[in-house]
């Protein structure tokens, strides 16, 4: 089983940029496609960007493309999600998740596990 442990969240002023990372113990996070979700207080849980096992495949939500991007260092046992131009809508807890099956995947219940959150604030 793996634990995943979101780090560099924060406070940021508008048009500011933020890298997140997503990083693994138990296992090595090459068995895994990752998603980025975000909710944000008083709205359902969203899909953000995902990266397949590989690494070749990306998917981003529209409301972000362009702006966010997530790559990986397997190496490293690191997923970063790289967030540029935000806004205060982009305000929200940021979470990653694990699947196993190497494509990525949009669906939250897709993802077997997920880690605890870190808190972005964008100010306007």
């Known amino acids: 089983q793996v634990q995943l442990v979101e780090s560099g969240g924060g406070l940021v002023q508008a048009g500011g940029s933020l890298r997140l990372s997503c990083t693994a113990s138990?296992?090595?996070?090459?068995?895994?496609?990752i998603g980025w979700f975000r909710q944000a207080p008083g709205k359902e849980r969203e899909f953000v960007s995902g990266?397949?096992?590989?690494?070749?495949?990306?998917i981003d939500a529209d409301s972000v493309r362009g702006r966010f991007s997530s790559s990986r260092d397997n190496a490293k046992n690191t997923v970063s999600l790289e967030m540029n131009s935000l806004t205060p809508e982009d305000t929200a807890v940021y979470y990653c998740a694990a699947r196993t099956i190497r494509l990525v995947s949009s669906v939250a219940s897709d993802y077997e596990y997920w880690g605890q959150g870190t808190q972005v604030t964008v100010s306007s």
């Open positions: 138990g296992r090595t996070i090459d068995t895994y496609s």
């Open positions: 990266i397949s096992r590989s690494g070749r495949s990306t």
